[in-house]
């Protein structure tokens, strides 16, 4: 169709409903190499909900993960504040250890926070451990659910009844559905583990820092952000009762 009528990437645009529709097409034209833009928006492995659950995947993999660790110790809120995550993190730099490494460490915690603190973190660690008991056994999407659902992820976004919170639980559901997808693809049948998914979107999330600089991109967005805007081609998706008005 570009070689036929002479157009550019920045010639098309993709318009759907919600936000959550974004993701397919995010993974499509990826792995197609199509340079896109999300246009009035952020990419769908940039949403904090959906970095937020990544975190929980990465880190029940990979405890290790400093970081990931640090976004979901206190999300959902357990009460565990910043001075305390502070004092781990800095307990593991003066031992060389991870953060993980301390809070598996009975005797330091014993020494450094008192009871109630104690507990929290001590109840956070548990969680984190049944995950990892279940992640050799478990595919993609089954553990993604679990944890999503059993840590509190899901219920504490359907907690928001404005347009914003509804748009972040189907932001969730659809990473949700892009594991199962995942999970449930042929071409995947010798790995549908989470670490497997989560190899895919590691390269999704990388090429969200490529320079913004080329301009020769398909847009995608909602029709609500498309007002005014002009395109020589359009493709509008999800045309379907009760998602399009």
């Known amino acids: 169709l570009m070689y036929a009528r002479q157009l550019r990437y920045r010639d098309f645009a993709i318009l759907y409903r919600t936000n959550a529709q974004s993701r397919i097409f995010e993974?499509?034209?990826?792995?197609?190499?199509?340079?896109?833009?999300?246009?009035?928006?952020?990419?769908?492995?940039?949403?904090?909900?959906?970095?937020?659950a990544l975190a929980y995947f990465r880190f029940v993999l990979n405890?290790?993960?400093?970081?990931?660790?640090?976004?979901?110790?206190?999300?959902p809120l357990?009460?565990?504040?910043?001075t305390t995550i502070a004092k781990v993190e800095m307990l593991a730099q003066t031992a060389d250890k991870t953060m993980w490494d301390i809070l598996n460490d009975t005797s330091v915690l014993q020494n450094e926070f008192n009871k109630g603190t104690l507990q929290k973190l001590t109840s956070f660690t548990e969680l984190i451990k049944q995950y990892r008991e279940k992640a050799g056994e478990m595919e993609a999407f089954d553990l993604a659910y679990t944890i999503a659902s059993s840590a509190g992820l899901i219920q504490e976004l359907s907690q928001d009844k404005t347009p914003e919170g509804i748009s972040r639980v189907q932001n969730l559901e659809e990473l949700l559905?892009?594991?199962?997808?995942?999970?449930?693809?042929?071409?995947?049948?010798?790995?549908?583990?989470?670490?497997?998914?989560l190899q895919t979107v590691t390269l999704y999330t990388d090429a969200d820092h490529d320079k913004d600089e080329d301009t020769d991109k398909v847009l995608i967005m909602t029709i609500h952000s498309a007002k005014g805007l002009e395109f020589s081609c359009v493709f509008i998706a999800g045309l379907e009762e009760e998602l399009f008005p």
């Open 78 to 82: 357990r009460g565990i504040g910043k």
């Open 177 to 197: 559905n892009g594991i199962r997808e995942f999970t449930e693809n042929e071409e995947n049948t010798d790995d549908t583990s989470l670490s497997a998914y």
């Open 63 to 75: 405890p290790a993960d400093d970081e990931s660790l640090k976004r979901i110790i206190n999300y």
């Open 27 to 52: 993974e499509s034209l990826r792995k197609m190499n199509i340079p896109y833009k999300v246009y009035g928006g952020m990419s769908f492995f940039q949403r904090k909900e959906v970095k937020d």
